[in-house]
């Protein structure tokens, strides 16, 4: 039997704070698109699915041709923000965590993102993380978050146990993708969702990363 642990984190909203990259490239999208732009709450609502679903989300009248034309808009504003040098900052602690994560032997680390793949590159790389996670889920090989199957492949690449396991996020989507996988669910209450609104899923709700620390430890008993 392994004696392996993986801890997987979500990405926007839990490591890094990316509200106001995230609302305006989607406000660059829907003006471009000459359509009304959502507001911060609503997009705050869809962060963490996938984003051809998260845009028909917040314009569900939309037909898939428009939907598709949104999609391009926004990744063309968000890699025109990274070229001129936006990076999505850590939250507060977030590094100490991985840091003293990654020393552990016994604990592997992994990601579940509704990022692309070449955006979630260039973030780890942009801090200096690039090497820290073995398993690196991403919305262009998977079905969009709540679906498990992020979750279900990282176990799989890992050869983790789902007992062994725990998923952090700070959406729904997350609390419930853990769920159904069958691993232990983590949310931490500094994200895009109401931390009320992760209780239904979550085996527990955080506040700040020391708290976090002793739940990820407490969940291997």
């Not at 500094?190 to 020391?210: E, I, T």
Request: hydrophobic share 50%; aromatic share 4%; charged share 20%.
């Amino acid at each position: 039997m392994s004696d392996l642990r993986l801890v997987i984190f979500d990405v926007d909203g839990t490591l890094v704070d990316s509200q106001a990259h995230i609302h305006a490239a989607m406000a660059a999208a829907f003006d471009g698109a000459g359509l009304t732009v959502p507001d911060m709450a609503a997009v705050r609502g869809i962060v963490g699915l996938s984003l051809p679903v998260a845009i028909g989300r917040l314009a569900p009248t939309l037909d898939d041709a428009a939907v598709a034309d949104l999609t391009g808009r926004y990744k063309r504003a968000f890699f025109d923000m990274r070229v001129g040098g936006a990076t999505s900052p850590l939250f507060p602690g977030a590094r100490d965590l991985l840091e003293t994560l990654a020393a552990r032997e016994e604990v592997l680390l992994g990601i579940a993102t509704g990022k692309s793949r070449r955006g979630l590159d260039h973030l780890l790389a942009a801090h200096g993380l690039a090497e820290m996670f073995l398993t690196r889920q991403v919305a262009d090989d998977h079905p969009s978050k709540p679906h498990p199957s992020m979750v279900l492949a990282a176990l799989l690449e890992t050869g983790v146990a789902a007992c062994d396991a725990v998923m952090i996020g700070d959406t729904s989507f997350d609390m419930e993708m853990g769920r159904t996988a069958g691993v232990r669910t983590l949310g931490v209450g500094w994200g895009c969702h109401d931390p009320a609104n992760l209780s239904a899923d979550a085996d527990l709700v955080v506040s700040d990363f020391p708290a976090l620390a002793a739940a990820i430890e407490e969940s291997w008993g």
